[in-house]
């Protein structure tokens, strides 16, 4: 006999907000460097909380943690510079349990988020959203969540995926990194506490730009705390000796050519 397992969809708050780790951070909650992204996550969720309500949506596989969407208003983010009305960034989705995949967990998310977005969003001030906006990025799991967003009606934008909801898509101009003084012979590294792989990834760049070279200074903000910081490079995520890094510290050898390169080495 084969029992149907029942899926649920619930907001984050404060009684389940673990349960968001147990997903996210699956077999790493061991992990000292994890631990600190995920400690910086939970202050940073909790916040959004008491400002704009909850901002994460769960999936349960009877009554167990399987899944999570990650979404907030554009408005609420202290580096962005002209936010664009009633608009919602959508993070990420996210499923890493190949035994609840292909079971709806996903679909399950977006539909909830979507229905609340073309109804009465909380974290919106229970008003209807404009535009969702998202920029894909691959986890090397499962389904591509550019390919999953398009099976939503999400459209192609600038520098990022949209779907259309109450108002029309106005594309943004992608961040642009001009020189600093200050710049020079440093390293800068900025991460953003919304995911707690931020913090770890972080590290990764600092021990990888350290590796070419020992004695170079690296900053490192935070750019929710700092977003003056994040503004004034054009919210360019690393740079080295005044040069922008392209490459993603996942993509290791890619990383240390731009690094050494920048390094005139």
């Known amino acids: 006999m084969v029992v149907a397992s029942m899926l649920e969809v619930r907001d984050v708050g404060r009684g389940n907000v673990d349960d968001v780790f147990s997903v996210c951070s699956y077999g790493r909650l061991d992990e000292p460097v994890q631990m600190k992204g995920i400690d910086l996550k939970k202050k940073w969720l909790l916040g959004m909380m008491d400002e704009y309500g909850s901002c994460t949506k769960a999936a349960y596989l009877d009554g167990t943690p399987v899944g999570q969407v990650l979404f907030y ?20 989705v996210y499923n890493p349990f190949p035994d609840a995949r292909r079971m709806g967990v996903g679909s399950a998310l977006m539909n909830e988020l979507l229905d609340e977005c073309r109804t009465s969003l909380p974290c919106l001030g229970s008003r209807i959203c404009s535009v969702v906006v998202a920029r894909p990025f ?6 591509s969540l550019g390919d999953f967003y398009t099976r939503f009606g999400f459209l192609n934008g600038v520098d990022e995926m949209y779907m259309e909801v109450s108002g029309t898509y106005e594309p943004r101009e992608p961040g642009r990194y001009v020189p600093l003084i200050e710049d020079r012979e440093r390293a800068v590294v900025l991460f953003e506490p919304v995911c707690e792989w931020g913090y770890p990834h972080a590290m990764r760049v600092v ?8 004695d170079i200074t690296v900053d490192v903000y935070n750019s929710w705390d700092r977003p003056e910081e994040s503004l004034k490079r054009g919210n360019v995520g690393v740079v080295v000796n005044c040069t922008p890094i392209t490459s993603y510290i996942t993509d290791t050898s890619a990383f240390r050519v731009e690094v050494a390169r920048a390094l005139g080495r």
């Open 73 to 92: 208003p554009e408005e609420a983010v202290p580096y962005m510079p002209y936010p664009r009305d009633r608009a919602v960034i959508l993070h990420c």
């Open 138 to 143: 691959s986890t090397g799991e499962g389904f």
């Open 207 to 214: 021990d990888a730009v350290r590796e070419i070279d020992p």
